[in-house]
């Protein structure tokens, strides 16, 4: 009853028309109706509102001198007219809108728009289906698009091939927003046409050949700039002659023709060509233009509608092949159409007034505004009649006023079977009334499922990376040049708006989330969305995504150790044909891929594998080892700290060795890598290894050592931290110096610290940059004060850089006693910080990278089996590290010696 009461208030309303503002963009100054035609209406004795704007071509004063009345609030009318599509805020229920709603192909980023239309009860009427009897549309802006576009393309040529080295006429010529009137352009053409006559076009690029597709008012508003040049027109057959012999002092236009643009799939059963045929039998045709004219022509000027049912006029590919023939004549393309992802597939994202032109490269599938790159210049501007607001107006309104009177008598409060007090033009363009799409459009649902289907897999894949920290930059570079700029989508989640910031502004094609990830529901909303999830975030922390991948059904990569827990993971997600790969970074992960390379290889050659050592460090470069530790901080300091105090276990001689929490620096062994020297420990677990790695099933392991390298130093500093009790979490301290701290922290230890070792450990932190009295965080572990401490102090310099050290040696034994030793060393030195990436950020984050790709396309890579991974599988490390090697240059040097 509410719904029929509000029906039945705009029945009274009848006969009130209102003109909204355009909220589009600042370009958007068009109106539906002009003052004139205000009066005209006020004539007829209608009442006309108009909401105030400032940004108008026609000034709010002259609509009210008209006669129209300036208000806000257009509650009051019975139908709202506009240019360009209403913003969901501004829709008001029970009201007939008329707009450019660009919803008839189902548009993705209209389809909000029309829910929100049919929730409220509106009848939408769309300018783009109002047709005369003959299906000619009545209405529109389509000559000015052309006028603009043209002209627009003339401007762009110029700066094009100024950019690359020619000056020519075109630059005589404004782009069409200069100019407060078509005839002022067409002033400036004469001057830009005598210059072509007198010097010609740049003999590098002429003769030029401009090629027009279509035939409605968009192609004819673009033919009637170009007659405004010397000119000639031309057929397909004359290409050839008019580009071996043709003059400069002229330029050339084809009418493209369907036939010009694709054939019949079998010539023998179509001679001639028959377009009602090829309308009607689409699929039964395929394109020729890629190859049979755009290689010719200077410049394309599309003015042509198109479907998805019909091939496109250019594919990404065939721009690829056309441009890397090193033949094509193809300078620039002027898509007026401005259809993303339609007949021209590369234009995914409409150009703007402001930058009408970007130089689209089809190698990388990128677009940059730069007149000098290499590519193809293209345009693709949605509003360009924006740019002639006052006669584009004019001439619209002149249109439509007539229907205006019919179309505010008519009441929609009628069922759409009974609305006949409007004609057939206003009739059929009526897309919804009554909450549902008319018979007429109800293809919009169907199609619009089709649509969303074709989105989904043709979207570029999602990655939700968690984590926004140190190594993140790192990552999206690699990820971004293994995948390609605009190939994959990515989402960053972290907590630290600063780094989320930072990161948004340095990568602005990617989006960044705020929250906290031990929020399930924000997190599990945020993984929803994801083709994949990257967990950046430490060790400690997988577990909470992982179950919440498990749950949505969702892959996941990590750089980390596989926990127990993690582990545990594997039967539930393999049943789910789920991927969780992990280890996929330094160490764990480059370490893996060299070992089982090395590992198949003396299998093949049947040789048993008596010894296996590895040794890795992230380390400052030697010159930058400044400080007593030998050590800066490129990931998390507590991290770091908190991996000195681990227990580890390996084998040696045969016999497993196990060492204590806290007594690695009893372990250490000097390492020599090349003509390195360092100090090496053992790092947790080596000999569960043997398992992972398959070194157990011969039973001739005498040895197998996983270890960290650290320059000499480390454990002693190390050392001093851990008898003054700054290594402890069980504790809580109220220290807010670092005096304080240390004298606190030797306070709660169970035996005294002597004085002189509380000294040598303030001596330690003086000599890495902090002072007895420089603050920290008080009321937490002394083991968090110190990692606090040390953030700033050991963090590298402006200039300073990192290294990765990492060694394999391997034994192995075969028949007659024969001797095999393997030894494989790679160093990789890091950029210059703050500039450039760090060794430790790029061997973490490529091959994390790497792994995002093969998980990506997991139904493709052979080698990538489903559940809980370590990169273990021969074939999974040497893609790896053929990879590694050829997107990022990093690579083993090996030795092998025989004895």
Same mark, same amino acid.
């Given at each position: 009853?509410?719904?029929?009461?509000?029906?039945?208030?705009?029945?009274?309303?009848?006969?009130?028309?209102?003109?909204?503002?355009?909220? $589009?963009?600042?370009?958007?100054?068009?109106?539906?109706?002009?003052?004139?035609?205000?009066?005209?209406?006020?004539?007829?004795?209608?009442?006309?509102?108009?909401?105030?704007?400032?940004?108008?071509?026609?000034?709010?004063?002259?609509?009210?001198?008209?006669?129209?009345?300036?208000?806000?609030?257009?509650?009051?009318?019975?139908?709202?007219?506009?240019?360009?599509?209403?913003?969901?805020?501004?829709?008001?229920?029970?009201?007939?809108?008329?707009?450019? #709603?660009?919803?008839?192909?189902?548009?993705?980023?209209?389809?909000?728009?029309?829910?929100?239309?049919?929730?409220?009860?509106?009848?939408?009427?769309?300018?783009?289906?109002?047709?005369?009897?003959?299906?000619?549309?009545?209405?529109?802006?389509?000559?000015?698009?052309?006028?603009?576009?043209?002209?627009?393309?003339?401007?762009?040529?110029?700066?094009?091939?100024?950019?690359?080295?020619?000056?020519?006429?075109?630059?005589?010529?404004?782009?069409?927003?200069?100019?407060?009137?078509?005839?002022?352009?067409?002033?400036?053409?004469?001057?830009?046409?005598?210059?072509?006559?007198?010097?010609?076009?740049?003999?590098?690029?002429?003769?030029?050949?401009?090629?027009?597709?279509?035939?409605?008012?968009?192609?004819?508003?673009?033919?009637?700039?170009?007659?405004?040049?010397?000119?000639?027109?031309?057929?397909?057959?004359?290409?050839?002659?008019?580009?071996?012999?043709?003059?400069?002092?002229?330029?050339?236009?084809?009418?493209?023709?369907?036939?010009?643009?694709?054939?019949?799939?079998?010539?023998?059963?179509?001679?001639?060509?028959?377009?009602?045929?090829?309308?009607?039998?689409?699929?039964?045709?395929?394109?020729?233009?890629?190859?049979?004219?755009?290689?010719?022509?200077?410049?394309?000027?599309?003015?042509?509608?198109?479907?998805?049912?019909?091939?496109?006029?250019?594919?990404?590919?065939?721009?690829?092949?056309?441009?890397?023939?090193?033949?094509?004549?193809?300078?620039?393309?002027?898509?007026?159409?401005?259809?993303?992802?339609?007949?021209?597939?590369?234009?995914?994202?409409?150009?703007?007034?402001?930058?009408?032109?970007?130089?689209?490269?089809?190698?990388?599938?990128?677009?940059?505004?730069?007149?000098?790159?290499?590519?193809?210049?293209?345009?693709?501007?949605?509003?360009?009649?924006?740019?002639?607001?006052?006669?584009?107006?004019?001439?619209?309104?002149?249109?439509?006023?007539?229907?205006?009177?019919?179309?505010?008598?008519?009441?929609?409060?009628?069922?759409?079977?009974?609305?006949?007090?409007?004609?057939?033009?206003?009739?059929?363009?009526?897309?919804?009334?009554?909450? $549902?799409?008319?018979?007429?459009?109800?293809?919009?649902?169907?199609?619009?499922?089709?649509?969303?289907?074709?989105?989904?897999?043709?979207?570029?894949?999602?990655?939700?990376?968690?984590?926004?920290?140190?190594?993140?930059?790192?990552?999206?570079?690699?990820?971004? $040049?293994?995948?390609?700029?605009?190939?994959?989508?990515?989402?960053?989640?972290?907590?630290?708006?600063?780094?989320?910031?930072?990161?948004?502004?340095?990568?602005?094609?990617?989006?960044?989330?705020?929250?906290?990830?031990?929020?399930?529901?924000?997190?599990?909303?945020?993984?929803?969305?994801?083709?994949?999830?990257?967990?950046?975030?430490?060790?400690?922390?997988?577990?909470?995504?992982?179950?919440?991948?498990?749950?949505?059904?969702?892959?996941?990569?990590?750089?980390?150790?596989?926990?127990?827990?993690?582990?545990?993971?594997?039967?539930?997600?393999?049943?789910?044909?789920?991927?969780?790969?992990?280890?996929?970074?330094?160490?764990?992960?480059?370490?893996?891929?060299?070992?089982?390379?090395?590992?198949?290889?003396? #299998?093949?050659?049947?040789?048993?594998?008596?010894?296996?050592?590895?040794?890795?460090?992230?380390?400052?470069?030697?010159?930058?080892?400044?400080?007593?530790?030998?050590?800066?901080?490129?990931?998390?300091?507590?991290?770091?700290?908190?991996?000195?105090?681990?227990?580890?276990?390996?084998?040696?001689?045969?016999?497993?060795?196990?060492?204590?929490?806290?007594?690695?620096?009893?372990?250490?062994?000097?390492?020599?890598?090349?003509?390195?020297?360092?100090?090496?420990?053992?790092?947790?677990?080596?000999?569960?290894?043997?398992?992972?790695?398959?070194?157990?099933?011969?039973?001739?392991?005498?040895?197998?050592?996983?270890?960290?390298?650290?320059?000499?130093?480390?454990?002693?500093?190390?050392?001093?931290?851990?008898?003054?009790?700054?290594?402890?979490?069980?504790?809580?301290?109220?220290?807010?110096?670092?005096?304080?701290?240390?004298?606190?922290?030797?306070?709660?230890?169970?035996?005294?610290?002597?004085?002189?070792?509380?000294?040598?450990?303030?001596?330690?932190?003086?000599?890495?940059?902090?002072?007895?009295?420089?603050?920290?965080?008080?009321?937490?572990?002394?083991?968090?004060?110190?990692?606090?401490?040390?953030?700033?102090?050991?963090?590298?310099?402006?200039?300073?850089?990192?290294?990765?050290?990492?060694?394999?040696?391997?034994?192995?034994?075969?028949?007659?006693?024969?001797?095999?030793?393997?030894?494989?060393?790679?160093?990789?030195?890091?950029?210059?910080?703050?500039?450039?990436?760090?060794?430790?950020?790029?061997?973490?984050?490529?091959?994390?990278?790497?792994?995002?790709?093969?998980?990506?396309?997991?139904?493709?890579?052979?080698?990538?089996?489903?559940?809980?991974?370590?990169?273990?599988?021969?074939?999974?490390?040497?893609?790896?590290?053929?990879?590694?090697?050829?997107?990022?240059?990093?690579?083993?040097?090996?030795?092998?010696?025989?004895?």
């Amino acid at each position: 009853m509410r719904v029929a009461g509000a029906l039945l208030q705009q029945v009274g309303r009848r006969g009130v028309i209102a003109v909204r503002r355009e909220t $589009k963009n600042r370009w958007e100054r068009r109106a539906p109706l002009v003052p004139k035609h205000v009066r005209k209406l006020k004539r007829m004795g209608f009442r006309v509102l108009v909401q105030p704007s400032d940004m108008r071509v026609f000034t709010n004063e002259q609509y009210a001198r008209a006669g129209a009345e300036l208000v806000e609030d257009l509650s009051a009318a019975s139908v709202v007219l506009g240019v360009k599509e209403v913003p969901l805020s501004e829709l008001h229920p029970n009201k007939t809108y008329v707009c450019f #709603s660009h919803t008839i192909k189902a548009q993705e980023g209209n389809m909000g728009m029309l829910d929100d239309i049919l929730s409220k009860n509106i009848r939408l009427i769309d300018y783009e289906c109002m047709l005369d009897e003959n299906k000619k549309r009545v209405i529109g802006f389509g000559k000015f698009a052309g006028i603009a576009g043209m002209i627009d393309l003339l401007r762009g040529l110029g700066d094009r091939l100024l950019g690359l080295g020619y000056s020519n006429p075109f630059l005589g010529m404004g782009y069409m927003d200069y100019f407060h009137s078509v005839a002022a352009a067409k002033t400036a053409l004469q001057l830009v046409g005598n210059n072509i006559l007198i010097n010609g076009t740049p003999k590098a690029v002429a003769p030029m050949i401009f090629g027009f597709t279509g035939t409605g008012n968009v192609t004819q508003g673009a033919l009637e700039i170009f007659e405004q040049l010397p000119h000639e027109y031309i057929t397909a057959k004359d290409l050839e002659v008019v580009i071996a012999s043709g003059d400069p002092n002229t330029l050339y236009g084809i009418k493209l023709q369907r036939e010009d643009l694709v054939q019949h799939k079998d010539p023998t059963q179509r001679v001639t060509f028959d377009k009602n045929h090829y309308n009607s039998n689409p699929d039964e045709y395929e394109p020729i233009f890629h190859t049979k004219i755009a290689p010719h022509i200077s410049a394309l000027v599309h003015g042509m509608y198109w479907d998805a049912r019909f091939p496109r006029l250019l594919t990404c590919d065939q721009m690829r092949a056309l441009h890397n023939t090193g033949t094509s004549r193809l300078i620039a393309i002027a898509d007026i159409s401005a259809d993303p992802n339609g007949s021209i597939e590369f234009t995914r994202e409409c150009t703007t007034i402001d930058r009408p032109y970007e130089v689209y490269n089809p190698n990388t599938d990128t677009s940059v505004f730069d007149w000098e790159a290499e590519g193809i210049l293209l345009g693709s501007v949605d509003n360009l009649p924006a740019e002639i607001p006052v006669e584009a107006s004019i001439h619209f309104g002149d249109l439509l006023v007539d229907y205006i009177p019919e179309l505010a008598r008519s009441d929609m409060t009628l069922p759409f079977e009974q609305q006949t007090d409007i004609g057939d033009t206003l009739r059929n363009a009526i897309i919804t009334a009554h909450g $549902k799409l008319t018979p007429r459009y109800e293809y919009i649902a169907n199609l619009r499922r089709e649509n969303e289907e074709l989105a989904r897999k043709s979207a570029p894949p999602r990655v939700v990376v968690l984590g926004s920290g140190l190594v993140c930059p790192s990552y999206i570079d690699s990820l971004l $040049k293994v995948m390609g700029s605009g190939k994959v989508d990515v989402t960053v989640v972290g907590a630290q708006a600063s780094e989320l910031k930072q990161l948004a502004n340095a990568y602005d094609t990617i989006n960044t989330v705020e929250l906290d990830v031990t929020d399930d529901a924000a997190l599990r909303s945020v993984i929803g969305t994801s083709d994949v999830v990257v967990s950046l975030l430490p060790a400690s922390l997988h577990l909470r995504p992982a179950k919440l991948c498990l749950e949505l059904g969702k892959d996941m990569v990590t750089t980390s150790y596989v926990s127990d827990e993690m582990a545990a993971l594997h039967d539930e997600a393999r049943e789910k044909g789920l991927v969780f790969l992990n280890e996929c970074g330094l160490d764990p992960g480059i370490d893996h891929f060299k070992a089982m390379d090395i590992i198949h290889r003396l #299998s093949e050659s049947n040789m048993d594998i008596t010894s296996f050592t590895s040794w890795c460090g992230g380390l400052p470069a030697i010159h930058c080892a400044n400080n007593p530790l030998g050590y800066k901080f490129s990931w998390s300091p507590r991290g770091v700290l908190v991996a000195a105090k681990n227990a580890a276990r390996y084998r040696e001689h045969g016999a497993v060795v196990d060492v204590e929490s806290g007594t690695l620096p009893e372990h250490a062994r000097d390492v020599q890598v090349g003509r390195m020297q360092f100090v090496g420990t053992p790092n947790r677990d080596s000999v569960k290894y043997e398992s992972v790695y398959g070194l157990d099933k011969s039973g001739k392991l005498e040895c197998i050592l996983r270890g960290t390298l650290r320059y000499t130093g480390f454990w002693e500093a190390l050392r001093v931290f851990t008898e003054v009790g700054l290594l402890r979490e069980d504790i809580k301290l109220g220290a807010s110096t670092a005096r304080d701290l240390i004298a606190e922290a030797a306070k709660a230890q169970p035996d005294d610290v002597p004085a002189e070792t509380q000294e040598e450990a303030l001596r330690m932190l003086a000599e890495c940059g902090v002072g007895e009295s420089t603050r920290c965080p008080a009321h937490v572990a002394p083991l968090d004060a110190l990692s606090a401490l040390l953030t700033d102090a050991l963090a590298y310099q402006r200039g300073e850089r990192d290294m990765i050290v990492l060694t394999h040696s391997f034994t192995g034994v075969g028949s007659g006693s024969k001797t095999v030793q393997v030894d494989a060393e790679l160093s990789y030195m890091g950029g210059r910080h703050p500039m450039e990436a760090t060794a430790m950020a790029t061997t973490v984050g490529a091959p994390g990278a790497l792994a995002t790709k093969y998980v990506l396309n997991k139904n493709e890579c052979s080698f990538l089996d489903r559940g809980v991974l370590r990169p273990t599988n021969v074939q999974l490390s040497q893609q790896f590290l053929k990879d590694l090697d050829k997107y990022f240059d990093i690579s083993f040097n090996e030795r092998v010696i025989e004895s």
